[in-house]
């Protein structure tokens, strides 16, 4: 039977059943990143994102209104947003409940009104929009709504048709960025976007699957139904690459995501002329294979068993739960604590808040005047909420936000433009070495504007480096990456890779250091020794006897250096 309308309960539904589908292959949304390095965090991100709009929905009761859903939709997401992944999807919502917030029921109209909406503000929220991200296919679904108007009234064709052309333009963006293609992947985003699509659709068609939303108060939780072990259709989660024998036509490919659609579901096939990567969960992994071998060799093959995962699953979310309320418990009393103390703090007219990620540079910046600190950076990315509750406890007129990732700066913009009682200054800090000359040209006897201003011009006369260690092969800026291996990222591209760490460290800065550069400051990792680090400096001194080298205890985890040219 046709269904023309979704009431309020169903959208509430469909959102949680998204969110849900999101959480449940954040994982494999993760290894999507284009760069292999251990913190890759967009289906992390994302997941966070519309968890915490999530709870807000599961608190409204079963038989929300409209109004307040989409209150609820819009506010979690909002403040609830991490990375840039987690922003742009959280100004998708935030542009959709817009289109919907004054009807009682939606339609194929409406909800097509809505989806050209949520883009347009989700464009609007980037300064340079880049196509081939989850921007392009969030475009490429509201375009094909508007083309459906007319067409049909049915919502479950016109989803479904919706997701079938965000589908196919996530599988061209490795077209669009030369960069997912070089790594043999679709845009992490993009496809986290499409995950909570095909998720809402399950909830529209009545899918049975448990949407409970775990952190949400007991003032009514949406739950479909109970998901059990024998409820996981496709037991096993199969995934490979295929070293193709030749390059595979049209009809090929086709052919062969039908066959896995015969056997299975949740496929994603990525083509080039020379590999296949796929991913496909079945009940039986052997006839997935067989068929692959017909198109050439296979490697990387992982299978996993969804339903022995389901019982650890319910194990650990048990075991998670407790800790969770004793963490709240503590966090509470450290708050009360907090409050008691700020209220004999006396106001000043300058605050700084800062991203960090370890206890040397945690040091460092207080050392330059920063009054807040937020744990962050690499390995977990702070969300708006987070940005809004460390500019609520700096007591100051005037405060300056220093995100210290190119991930953070999004979200430290929303924080801004959600509050009206104090100036909020986000300064557009990539890394750490970036926030520290900041700090150190900032003037007290200027204003705050004008230090906005120099602050912000200064990041230009810095280079920043950083290495770490790759998860995966890949192929990135015509340097070919194996798992294991070190690599030394800079500023906008990986400048060395290795399998010794000195070696790949003293190149990386071989390419940061020009005839200009005046001094080298070295922030050594929590797995560095602090003799290795020494000799590190030591070294980069010979070489470079121009340069003032400084060599600091950085503390981070994941990066075993993080390094700065000026």
Known sequence: MAITTIDAPM???????????????????NELNVFPVPDGDTGTNMTMTIMSAAAEVSNLGPEPDMASLA????????????????????QLFRGFTKGISKYEKLDVVILSDALQKAVETAYKAVMKPKEGTILTVAKGGADKALELIGETDDLTVFVDEVIKYADYILSQTPEMLPVLKQAGVVDSGGQGLVTILKGAYDALTGKEIDYTIEGAGTGGVVK???????D???????????????????????????????IGDSIVVVADDEITKVHVHTNDPGLALQRALTYGSLSKIK????????????????EKAAAEQKAADEKRRSELDAMAEKSQMPKKEIGFVSVSIGEGIN???????????????????PSTEDMLNAIEEVNADNIFILPNNKNIILAANQAASLLEEKNVFVIPTKTVPQ??????????????????????????????????????????????????????????SILSVGRDMETVTKEMVAQMVDEDSAIISVY????????????????LEEQYPDCEVEVHCGGQPIYYYVISVE
């Open 524 to 539: 050594y990792g929590e797995e560095v020794k602090e003799e290795d680090a020494q000799k590190l400096g030591a070294d």
């Open 363 to 381: 040091e460092i910046f207080k050392g330059l005047g920063v009054d807040y600190i937020i744990a962050g950076g690499q390995t977990m990315n």
């Open 435 to 492: 926030g520290i000359t900041a700090l150190i040209n900032y003037m007290p006897d200027s204003s705050a504007e004008e230090n906005a201003q120099r602050m912000t011009e200064e990041l230009a006369n810095v280079k920043s480096g950083q290495v770490t260690y790759a998860v995966r092969d890949t192929l990135i800026d015509d340097k070919s990456i194996k798992q294991g291996d070190y690599m030394g990222i800079g500023d906008s």
């Open 224 to 230: 479909i139904s109970q998901q059990t072990e024998q």
């Open 303 to 318: 299978i996993d068993n969804m339903r022995e995962e389901h019982q650890e699953k319910l194990i650990k979310d048990a």
């Open 71 to 90: 209150k609820a939709i819009s506010s979690g997401s909002l403040r609830g947003a991490r990375g840039n992944s987690g922003v742009i999807l959280s």
């Open 11 to 29: 959208l509430a539904k469909m959102f949680l059943a998204g969110a849900k589908n999101l959480e449940a292959k954040k994982e494999w949304i």
């Open 232 to 262: 996981i259709k496709f037991g096993y989660c199969t995934e490979f690459i295929i070293v193709l024998n030749h390059a595979l036509e049209e009809k090929e490919e086709f052919d062969f995501k039908a066959f896995l659609e015969s």
